[in-house]
């Protein structure tokens, strides 16, 4: 199971933190992808950190932005977001699972276990 929390309302520029806390496996063992999801839009990737190395890959609209991090003591990942944009609101859901041996994976379909989103507003 995995639960995210963090998200809120906040203005462009600001930052927030989400947390993806997991019981029942061990994220340190997998790929764990944040993804997001705008109104009438497909889900998105955001970042993702390799279970093998912790290796960590970005979207291009976040680069420099956001930032993934594991705690394998806590069994949570994070998402760091600063500069907040309009843009990056959304509902955000972590993601994990051994991706079919992938190292990593920036494609939803790939990931076998998601929580239940939280909600990201960036407004004035």
């Known amino acids: 199971q995995l639960v995210e929390s963090g998200g809120g309302l906040v203005q462009p520029g600001g930052s927030l933190r989400l947390s993806c806390a997991a019981s029942?496996?061990?994220?340190?063992?997998?790929?764990t992808g944040w993804f997001r999801q705008a109104p009438g839009k497909e889900r998105e990737a955001v970042s993702c950190?390799?279970?093998?190395?912790?290796?960590?890959y970005y979207t291009e609209s976040v680069k420099g932005r956001f930032t993934i991090s594991r705690d394998n003591a806590k069994n949570t990942v994070f998402l760091q977001m600063n500069a907040l944009k309009p843009e990056d609101t959304a509902v955000y859901y972590c993601?994990?699972?051994?991706?079919?041996?992938?190292?990593?994976?920036?494609?939803?379909?790939?990931?076998?276990?998601w929580g239940q989103g939280t909600q990201v507003t960036v407004s004035s």
């Open positions: 993601a994990t699972g051994d991706l079919r041996g992938l190292v990593y994976s920036m494609k939803p379909i790939d990931y076998d276990y």
């Open positions: 029942g496996v061990t994220l340190g063992h997998y790929a």
């Open positions: 950190v390799s279970g093998r190395d912790g290796t960590t």
